[in-house]
Nanobody
């Protein structure tokens, strides 16, 4: 399984970005899909997740601003980010876990929010 993340960039505070993570090499049958982010010197943190069957969960700091979704036909998971804040600046990673609990990471995509 390979995950290809894209969509990062530079945006002003209050702006929006949509991250995409496309899966290849297997059927799009995952138990768990997540978006994480990491800043220098800090641990990677879970931002948003979606479980098989559809339940989603969000970090408190992004609730109401970020939305995670999937397009099974395109084998892609998205992270729509609105009302971005400078503290959202980070490298964002997608993660997928199969039903057999095997996990895969995509490469990071940098999101920079200017004030």
């Amino acid at each position: 399984v390979q995950l290809q993340a894209s969509g990062g960039g530079l945006v002003q505070a209050g702006g929006s970005l949509t991250l995409s993570c496309a899966a290849s090499g297997s059927d799009f049958l995952f138990n768990f899909l997540g978006w994480y982010r990491q800043t220098p010197g800090k641990e990677r943190e879970l931002v948003a997740s979606i479980f098989s069957g559809g339940p989603t969960d969000y970090r408190d700091s992004v609730k109401g601003r970020f939305t995670v979704s999937t397009d099974i036909a395109k084998r892609t998971v998205y992270l729509q980010m609105n009302s971005l804040k400078p503290e959202d600046t980070a490298v964002y990673y997608c993660y997928a876990e199969t039903h057999s609990r095997r996990g895969y990471w995509g490469q990071g995509t940098l999101v920079t929010v200017s004030s």
